[in-house]
């Protein structure tokens, strides 16, 4: 796959975008497939890596490594590692990301209404 330049057209509209429109600033942050699935699964407490394997069977385990470091950066989920051995790493919300559990209910909502609607 070839790369794309960093001064390109394509991502200085990108930025443009992401400052101007709230939602593009959003999906930049939480966008894709498994993300909001992981944040949801957060949502509901701290998690370590195996329990978070365990509730998304779908997700592999590179991506699920990938998405957890983006969602790192992006301060929405906190890494915590205890000094043992063997290590003991805990994944939880961050307080930004705490702020997205009514976004992520309210889209749950929306799916098993619709899923209802359609069977």
């Known amino acids: 796959m ?3 330049k960093e001064n390109s057209t394509r991502n200085f509209n990108k930025q443009i975008s992401a400052v101007s429109c709230p939602v593009t600033y959003v ?3 939480i966008g ?3 993300k909001p699935i992981i944040l949801y699964h957060l949502s509901i407490g701290p998690k370590r890596y195996s329990e978070l394997k ?3 069977p779908e997700i592999t385990e590179k991506m699920l490594i990938q998405h957890l470091k983006q969602l790192q950066e992006d301060d929405l989920v906190l890494r915590t590692a205890e000094p043992v051995v063997p290590p003991f790493v805990t994944y939880s919300l961050t307080l ?3 702020k997205l559990q009514p976004v992520l209910n309210a889209m749950a909502i929306w799916g098993l209404d619709d899923m209802r609607q359609r069977t």
């Open 2 to 4: 070839t790369a794309i």
């Open 32 to 34: 894709g497939h498994w």
């Open 27 to 29: 999906m930049n942050k």
């Open 96 to 98: 930004a990301g705490a």
């Open 54 to 56: 365990r509730a998304i």
